[in-house]
């Protein structure tokens, strides 16, 4: 008798500390992006041509969102800093266009080229975020603004000179947009493609995002990785037992600074352009949002974080505008979106959890 | 012992304190020759400027002493202002009276928008900075939730020249031309080819006044406290968190004033981009000025006013001359805007930490000393 009226107390608890802990914010986003889903034939959209889509962003975005990793396991908090990186792969890739390689070995050039400018860049701010632990996000942020900003400048003045990039009147200054083609454009998307009527995976940016995501993986499971997790999560802790904290959160700001450099090439692979200028500006919202989705905090990631978070972010992105134009006549679809990622990052934000960081 | 530093430190210490002024007077003096203005055409620039902007920045002073750094969440209190415009522009009230019912109407906006920023900033204390920038990209997107799908079937708006041709929502841009300049030009004096508004200045002048008086009165003086350290102030029996939510509506209600002040000078609403940048500027020009995180005078608005605004006048001609390309200037002062509030942040937390450090070894031979003065004790 007693246990009757127990058992269904003792579920209901057990689902409340199950929505507690999956996060009532991620609750709602994954129903409302079930919900799309499932409205999306009533409204006359192709579900095999949403699927492909959705594929197709979570691939081209999904390394930018692993970027997010090292940096959140070493304790530097989320990466608001990311359009630095940026400006390493756009860098890389601009250079590799202007040296003459075309096609495959272009993207490979880009990402070859634009590792040592992430490993300067990164290793200057690693350095700084030294300097100012307990303040990383908000100088982050400032971080990546200014040199974006810096940057605009520079793709102004820089000697480019290759006819495809510079304006064509007046012989200088880049575009504010490259076409990719004859290039790096869908090099990877093009690798083992599976195309089958409305469905098209592209393969291999998905295996390339695999074998990254593998990698890190990896990485935090070696001596090292670990050290760099001891640091993040009891940063007095990990400087007791003879950890190196500022060598660990420098060596994670670099990896942080690459991956968001080999992310941008992959991005711009799958959409056909660089884009320069002011566009890297606000490009580390849809990452940290997409991370945060995915049930990371601000101190705790993992590489499933990364993969349900871009599906998340990237399906409500490329789906709203469909389903809810169709549905009620209105794009409401930007509206939804920012409120969703930036509700997102702010719910992490006001959590209490600051893991041992003090 | 001599206890007095030399001068030659003291120097030093000053430049480090001023570090970011000093760099400023330093690009506006090489600018201002190489622009080729006028000093007259500079100087009415920066007076028309000065009024537009010094009382939206002064609505930062009161957060920062309450020790929740700068308020990225002032852009809350620009966004009710601006609701406040657009429905009494629709309601066709013009004038002075139309501004000031702008102001009235933007109160209870603001103050439910201020109420809001401070429960959530509560909730993340310590990192107040990056969540009140955040809370501004949030609620931008409830803005625009409100003013594109909600202004038209649900609150009404009559006039097709302000709302959108589909029936609902606001246009790109909500004109102000029966109330621009209006509070600029009513006892507006000119000095040797210069127009001062005065009434704006006299409005700035109360402001200035207020915010002197307000740091005297009993809650002042517990914002202080609360900014000093929030759990000295609590055993002292303050309500910290009921005095944090008091200094942002505060400053969100004063933003929206501001913001009202600062359109009626620009003549026109860009309905979904006047807001969105305006925390940035406001706060660029606060830190050019020599503030920091945690300390912020007058002074300091006004001398940023003056000295950030005339670096954004100049800045693309001079980019222009020197360079050839005047896309260069424009992204110049871009640079500058965001490299200032970047400096200015990293000086402030090395600042923190060193204290931070050096408090710690005080502590640690406190307790040193403590510990042989037992010892001593205990032999004798």
Redesign the interface.
Known sequence: MNDNTLQPKSFGERLREGIASFGLPRLIIAAFLLLLFIAAPFVGANFLTQISNVVNRFSWNAILVLAMVPMIHSGCGLNFGLPLGIISGLLGGTISIELGFTGAMSFVMAVVIATPFAIVLGAGYGWLLNKIKGGEMMIATYVGFSSVSFMCMMWLLLPYHSPTMVWGFAGKGLRTTISLEGFYDKVLANFLPINIGNLSIPTGTLLFFAVLAFAMWAFLHTKTGTAMTAVGSNPTFAKAAGVNVDKMRLLSVVLSTWLAAVGILVYEQGFGFIQLYMAPFYMALPAVSAILIGGASVNKASIANVIIGTFLFQGIVTMTPTVMNSMIHMDMSEVIRVIASQGMILYALTRKTEGGKK | MNNKPSVGKRALSFLGDNLVPIMFIIICAVCIPVSGFSASYLINEIVTRMGRNIFLILCLLIPIMSGMGLNFGMTLGAMAGEIALILVSDWQIWGIPGVVLAMIVSIPIALLLGFFCGK?LN??K??E???S???S??F???Y??LV??MMGPIIPIKHSSIKLPRGYGIRNTVSLLNMRHCLDDALAITVGGVKIPVLTFVLIGLLCLFTVWFRKTKLGQDMRAVGQDMDVARDAGINVEKTRIISIVMSTVLAGFGMIIYLQNMGNIATYSSHSQIGMFCIAALLVGGASVDKASIGNVFLGVILFHTMFIVAPSAGAKI?G?S??GE??R??VS??I??IA??M???K??KMKSRLGLQLQADQAAEEAAGKAGAQG
């Open positions: 959530l909730m993340s310590g990192r900075m990056i969540t920038y955040i809370i990209f949030f931008n997107g409830l625009q939730l594109l799908y360079t390309d896309m260069i992204y110049f871009v640079f965001y490299a509030i970047t942040l990293v402030y937390e090395t923190k930490r």
